[in-house]
């Protein structure tokens, strides 16, 4: 945990260092860093559940007799045999992981979406490069926290095998996994988790960003308005979901291995012995988690900025 405080503050420093290089203001990076964070925490909170449940279904492999539970039969088997608090196991770490993954990807989106002339031209594919480069680096900095939250809420080998959980706690759990493998164990799954938060941004922040100009400077919508935060967020949540989904399931899966597995052995083993539609398992309750909250991190995102600034920051 000292770890991750510290790289939260190294963070911050790094953010302030490269506000002075540009002759930006400190005091937007830091309010963006900052409200960003904030908004993805209390999005967190309410669909962690969610998460809990697509982690289950997509970390069971084939073998398992859980396999082909779908999104309701999977949380339904959680809350009889594990009841309402299994739901957030691992929600600690999941809360770490989102201040900065979170923070730092929309404290970076904005200068990079600019300095490649997206702002003027609103070329999609710029803004797609923005949030792709922006969403691997923050995922990057909250790799460690990502695999203790998928491992917590996994917790695989007992949960299937009827034996006892392996973690007792979020200390224990990042003790565990540096125990068994190192500091290199904190970043295991790195090249599909970037993938997947690349993905996952790179559509989502690029199509709020886009969705919103369309609303605003097509329909006449409000720029601060609920209303076209709403729509727009929805709009990306939907496509974040679809594009996400492939890269989740095998990060899930890389991550939750005790041994090392490469990310391109666990893609070959999954389609070889489930199918390729095995890529879109938990594709409903991805959809379900993510969609809401995107909508609540961009929404309450805006409306902190809206709050702490005096207006919108995207």
């Not at 599909?192 to 938060?197: A, L, Q, Y």
């Given at each position: 945990l000292q770890f991750l405080y510290f790289i939260v503050h190294l963070l911050h420093t790094v953010i302030i260092n490269m506000a002075k290089s540009k002759n930006m203001g400190t005091g937007d990076l830091s309010a963006r860093f900052l409200c960003s964070s904030s908004a993805a925490c209390i999005a967190e909170i309410f669909t962690f559940p969610i998460d809990t449940t697509r982690v289950r279904m997509q970390a069971a492999c084939k073998q398992h007799k859980d396999h082909k539970l779908g999104m309701f039969a999977t949380a339904s088997g959680v809350?009889?045999?594990?009841?309402?608090?299994?739901?957030?196991?691992?929600?600690?770490?999941?809360?770490?992981?989102?201040?900065?993954?979170?923070?730092?990807?929309?404290?970076?989106?904005?200068?990079?979406?600019?300095?490649l002339g997206a702002d003027k031209d609103h070329s999609f594919l710029k803004k797609g490069l923005a949030g792709a480069i922006s969403g691997a680096f923050g995922q990057f900095c909250a790799i460690p926290a990502d695999i203790v939250k998928i491992r917590m809420q996994a917790d695989n080998k007992a949960l299937l095998e009827g034996g006892k959980k392996r973690y007792?706690?979020?200390?224990?759990?990042?003790?565990?996994?540096?125990?068994?493998?190192?500091?290199?164990?904190?970043?295991?799954?790195?090249?599909?988790?970037?993938?997947?938060?690349?993905?996952?941004?790179?559509?989502?922040?690029?199509?709020?960003?886009?969705?919103?100009?369309?609303?605003?400077?097509?329909?006449?919508?409000?720029?601060e308005s609920s209303v076209t935060h709403f729509l727009a967020s929805s709009a990306s949540g939907f496509l974040a979901s679809a594009v996400g989904c492939p890269f989740d399931v095998i990060k899930t899966r890389v991550m939750?291995?005790?041994?090392?597995?490469?990310?391109?052995?666990?893609?070959?083993?999954?389609?070889?012995?489930?199918?390729?539609?095995?890529?879109?398992?938990?594709?409903?309750?991805t959809l379900a988690r993510l969609g809401p909250w995107q909508v609540m991190w961009l929404s309450f995102y805006e409306r902190f900025c809206i709050m702490y600034t005096g207006n919108s920051k995207f």
């Open positions: 809350l009889k045999d594990q009841g309402v608090r299994a739901f957030y196991s691992g929600i600690p770490p999941a809360m770490i992981r989102q201040f900065v993954q979170c923070g730092v990807n929309l404290a970076a989106y904005l200068p990079i979406r600019n300095a007792q706690g979020t200390v224990h759990a990042f003790t565990s996994v540096y125990q068994e493998n190192g500091i290199r164990g904190l970043w295991r799954g790195a090249t599909p988790s970037c993938g997947r938060s690349a993905a996952i941004h790179s559509s989502g922040l690029a199509s709020y960003d886009s969705f919103k100009y369309i609303l605003v400077a097509h329909m006449g919508l409000s720029t939750n291995q005790s041994t090392t597995v490469s990310p391109y052995q666990m893609t070959m083993t999954t389609i070889k012995t489930e199918g390729p539609r095995a890529l879109f398992k938990g594709f409903v309750p």
